[in-house]
């Protein structure tokens, strides 16, 4: 494709350097954005008297009908182009000559693939909020089903004291909401209009640049022509939200897979979600879990490659910014591929409620109820603690748990001992009293769902 720069050169680029420049491979995505872009701009121009009315409006019909021409596969993307701004460009000037050649009159492309990139983003966040609501739900809906189902939480993943699976969702889904809250914050800090920074330095003629950020919804132009060209912080910052996103999946995803195991047996995925091994006939395995795992530390790279890319970066516009779009597009390919499989995953997994019952029956997971029962009897927590400690190395010795020492073994610690502490360290009992607020009887986790519902609601009213 001939260079439209070609006017200061006397020799054609050579062939490998066009191909290593050449961006339009992984920006062709945004060619609806950028037509988007330029047909806010070519009405700008009309407009303010800077092109004729007649050739804006020209214009503005050609890229659409270049638009439409792209959608319904009649025009295909040439891949010798530079990029997809020269590649529009050049087919609006091979339909329509010098009408065409008007479109990019104060502006440079500096300024508009920050614009483009920017409306790529603003519409990749909204449909990435819609997975994250819906995993949300998924979470509340499996929790509404799981208040009273007993299963043992865990520090340093030693059995520590009974919650439900409910809770445990719940934990998850809180973690979910923030990471919504924080690609509403990119969002929102992202959404200023980069056109009319032009190359860099703004431009002699008399353009409108709140009309164009009203043409394109941005709440305003970006105020500094310098920072429009030269600001990928949007892109660092989704990147980040997309990471921290991508962690939470991977914590859950690592505990699913524990779930899975012959040793805990806690949950069993759907086989349309697992997969089988090429020589174990008895194996079903939790690859998307792993996988999703994995490309979790695919997208923090990703966050590493943008701010490693930007930090040595003079003002304003360099090459190095166009690798940009690799890093955060394949951080979005990624995270949605993730989330689109993750939900049913989860939605479709079958509990096995007896084996965690049974494991939180095991590990002594109510010692902590137990110096309870004697501090809420009157004797300091530190001296229920020894009693207690004293009283599971016994159990252990004999095979024992706490519900099955006899009472006089009990007494010979403390008379304090009755017969009720077999009803304060009963699991059901130690669930249910653990009622404090963002705990996990049921009642309290009851409350988690309504405020997580609400808070739902809230997001989906604000976008
Ligand atoms: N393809 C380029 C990028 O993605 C577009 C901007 C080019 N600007 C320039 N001055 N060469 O960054």
Same mark, same amino acid.
């Not at 940009?324 to 479709?348: G, Q, S, Y």
């Given at each position: 494709?001939?260079?439209?720069?070609?006017?200061?050169?006397?020799?054609?680029?050579?062939?490998?350097?066009?191909?290593?420049?050449?961006?339009?491979?992984?920006?062709?995505?945004?060619?609806?954005?950028?037509?988007?872009?330029?047909?806010?701009?070519?009405?700008?121009?009309?407009?303010?008297?800077?092109?004729?009315?007649?050739?804006?409006?020209?214009?503005?019909?050609? &890229?659409? *009908?270049?638009?439409?021409? !792209?959608?319904?596969?009649?025009? %295909? @993307?040439?891949? /010798?182009?530079? +990029? =997809?701004?020269?590649?529009?460009?050049?087919?609006?000037?091979?339909?329509?000559?010098?009408?065409?050649?008007?479109?990019?009159?104060?502006?440079?492309?500096?300024?508009?693939?920050?614009?483009?990139?920017?409306?790529? &983003?603003? *519409?990749?966040?909204?449909? !990435?909020?819609?997975?994250?609501? %819906? @995993?949300?739900? /998924?979470?509340? +809906? =499996?929790?509404?089903?799981?208040?009273?189902?007993?299963?043992?939480?865990?520090?340093?993943?030693?059995?520590?004291?009974?919650?439900?699976?409910?809770?445990?969702?719940?934990?998850?889904?809180?973690?979910?909401?923030?990471?919504?809250?924080?690609?509403?914050?990119?969002?929102?800090?992202?959404?200023?209009?980069?056109?009319?920074?032009?190359?860099?330095?703004?431009?002699?003629?008399?353009?409108?640049?709140?009309?164009?950020?009203?043409?394109?919804?941005?709440?305003?132009?970006?105020?500094?022509?310098?920072?429009?060209?030269?600001?990928?912080?949007?892109?660092?910052?989704?990147?980040?939200?997309?990471?921290?996103?991508?962690?939470?999946?991977?914590?859950?995803?690592?505990?699913?897979?524990?779930?899975?195991?012959?040793?805990?047996?806690?949950?069993?995925?759907?086989?349309?979600?697992?997969?089988?091994?090429?020589?174990?006939?008895?194996?079903?395995?939790?690859?998307?879990?792993?996988?999703?795992?994995?490309?979790?530390?695919?997208?923090?790279?990703?966050?590493?490659?943008?701010?490693?890319?930007?930090?040595?970066?003079?003002?304003?516009?360099?090459?190095?910014?166009?690798?940009?779009?690799?890093?955060?597009?394949?951080?979005?390919?990624?995270?949605?591929?993730?989330?689109?499989?993750?939900?049913?995953?989860?939605?479709?997994?079958?509990?096995?409620?007896?084996?965690?019952?049974?494991?939180?029956?095991?590990?002594?997971?109510?010692?902590?109820?137990?110096?309870?029962?004697?501090?809420?009897?009157?004797?300091?927590?530190?001296?229920?603690?020894?009693?207690?400690?004293?009283?599971?190395?016994?159990?252990?010795?004999?095979?024992?748990?706490?519900?099955?020492?006899?009472?006089?073994?009990?007494?010979?610690?403390?008379?304090?001992?009755?017969?009720?502490?077999?009803?304060?360290?009963?699991?059901?009992?130690?669930?249910?009293?653990?009622?404090?607020?963002?705990?996990?009887?049921?009642?309290?986790?009851?409350?988690?769902?309504?405020?997580?519902?609400?808070?739902?609601?809230?997001?989906?009213?604000?976008?």
């Amino acid at each position: 494709m001939a260079k439209m720069w070609a006017g200061r050169f006397s020799k054609e680029v050579d062939e490998t350097v066009n191909a290593f420049n050449s961006s339009i491979s992984f920006d062709g995505r945004m060619y609806r954005q950028d037509i988007q872009g330029s047909i806010a701009h070519a009405e700008m121009l009309g407009r303010c008297g800077i092109i004729s009315v007649e050739d804006s409006k020209q214009i503005q019909a050609g &890229l659409k *009908e270049i638009l439409c021409d !792209i959608e319904e596969g009649k025009l %295909e @993307l040439d891949m /010798t182009a530079e +990029d =997809i701004h020269m590649f529009v460009e050049a087919e609006l000037t091979k339909r329509y000559g010098d009408v065409g050649k008007r479109l990019h009159t104060s502006r440079s492309r500096n300024d508009q693939v920050a614009l483009d990139i920017r409306l790529y &983003l603003r *519409e990749e966040i909204v449909e !990435i909020k819609k997975f994250v609501v %819906e @995993l949300i739900k /998924t979470l509340c +809906d =499996i929790a509404s089903e799981n208040l009273d189902t007993v299963m043992p939480g865990y520090t340093h993943l030693q059995r520590a004291q009974p919650i439900t699976f409910a809770h445990h969702m719940m934990a998850y889904a809180q973690m979910l909401l923030r990471d919504l809250a924080r690609l509403s914050d990119t969002s929102d800090r992202m959404n200023f209009n980069p056109l009319g920074s032009c190359a860099l330095a703004g431009t002699t003629y008399p353009i409108d640049r709140q009309l164009t950020s009203q043409l394109l919804g941005f709440e305003g132009p970006v105020v500094n022509s310098l920072d429009g060209v030269s600001d990928r912080d949007f892109c660092v910052e989704l990147a980040c939200a997309l990471s921290l996103l991508m962690t939470h999946l991977s914590r859950f995803s690592e505990e699913i897979i524990m779930w899975c195991s012959w040793e805990f047996k806690f949950i069993e995925l759907d086989d349309a979600y697992a997969t089988g091994s090429s020589i174990m006939p008895q194996k079903k395995n939790p690859d998307i879990t792993e996988l999703i795992r994995g490309k979790t530390g695919r997208v923090t790279g990703d966050l590493v490659t943008l701010l490693s890319m930007l930090k040595g970066l003079p003002l304003a516009y360099n090459k190095d910014m166009q690798e940009d779009k690799e890093a955060i597009f394949d951080a979005i390919d990624n995270v949605k591929l993730c989330l689109k499989t993750f939900i049913p995953m989860i939605r479709t997994m079958r509990l096995n409620k007896e084996n965690m019952r049974q494991a939180a029956a095991r590990g002594f997971i109510n010692a902590t109820d137990c110096a309870d029962y004697l501090v809420k009897k009157g004797m300091p927590f530190r001296d229920a603690y020894k009693i207690t400690g004293q009283l599971v190395a016994l159990c252990i010795s004999r095979s024992l748990t706490l519900e099955t020492l006899p009472l006089d073994e009990y007494k010979q610690y403390t008379d304090i001992f009755d017969e009720d502490v077999y009803t304060a360290i009963n699991l059901e009992t130690c669930v249910n009293q653990r009622n404090s607020e963002g705990g996990p009887s049921p009642s309290a986790v009851k409350v988690q769902i309504e405020k997580t519902l609400e808070q739902l609601k809230k997001v989906e009213a604000d976008d």
